[in-house]
T-cell receptor
Framework: DAGVIQSPRHEVTEMGQEVTLRCKPI?????LFWYRQTMMRGLELLIY????????DSGMPEDRFSAKMPNASFSTLKIQPSEPRDSAVYFC?????????????FGPGTRLTVL | RKEVEQDPGPFNVPEGATVAFNCTYS??????FFWYRQDCRKEPKLLMSVYSSGNEDGRFTAQLNRASQYISLLIRDSKLSDSATYLCVVNPSYDKVIFGPGTSLSVIP
């Protein structure tokens, strides 16, 4: 089975440029999460969707960040304009709601460097 | 106070040793608890859920203490392959997931 797929795996860009990260969740999963991980702040939840609808975006750092999920098999996280402090690993995860537990399956991450 | 706290370590232990990690959480209404493992430059993966009665999976034992609001992970007979960061995860509510900062473990030959 294919797991969560993210692209690109690595992105190097210059400050001010637009960055788009992509995620394909596991088929059948109804939750999708975007996380950011840095050494200083650890793993932070940015936003999550349920059935393609954004439920909680309180973790989105500022208006430069936006996320969409146009259908059940695709989501994007966009940063415009990018800044050096956005450099981090961005993970996408998906899960299926189960009354017992909701294990999250993570993608391999996108390592973003903003120069 | 952070919602989920862990000792960052690093824990450096010899092969064969027993090591324990603790994690504390602030929301007493939290419903479910997990330990995830993250290898260097990889994504986090579920290691085990933590049940109220405690549970064991091979060399790994997880315990929950609701009264004191902490969970623990015990690793017996440490292997080199256990070297990783261990993340404590708490669900304050069903749809909300909080990851702890992680505890780094290095198992030394």
């Amino acid at each position: 089975d294919a797991g969560v797929i993210q692209s690109p795996r690595h992105e190097v860009t210059e400050m001010g440029q637009e960055v788009t990260l992509r995620c394909k969740p596991i088929s059948g999963h109804d939750y999708l999460f975007w996380y950011r991980q840095t050494m200083m702040r650890g793993l932070e939840l940015l936003i999550y969707f349920n059935n393609n609808v954004p439920i909680d975006d309180s973790g989105m750092p500022e208006d430069r960040f936006s996320a969409k999920m146009p259908n059940a098999s695709f989501s994007t996280l966009k940063i415009q304009p990018s800044e050096p402090r956005d450099s981090a690993v961005y993970f996408c995860a998906s899960s299926y709601r189960d009354k017992r537990y909701n294990e999250q399956f993570f993608g391999p991450g996108t390592r973003l460097t903003v120069l | 106070r952070k919602e989920v706290e862990q000792d960052p370590g690093p824990f450096n232990v010899p092969e064969g040793a027993t090591v324990a990690f603790n994690c504390t959480y602030s929301n007493s209404a939290s419903q479910s608890f997990f330990w995830y493992r993250q290898d260097c430059r990889k994504e986090p993966k579920l290691l085990m859920s933590v049940y109220s009665s405690g549970n064991e999976d091979g060399r790994f034992t997880a315990q929950l203490n609701r009264a004191s609001q902490y969970i623990s992970l015990l690793i017996r007979d440490s292997k080199l392959s256990d070297s990783a960061t261990y993340l404590c995860v708490v669900n304050p509510s069903y749809d909300k997931v909080i990851f702890g900062p992680g505890t780094s473990l290095s198992v030394i030959p």
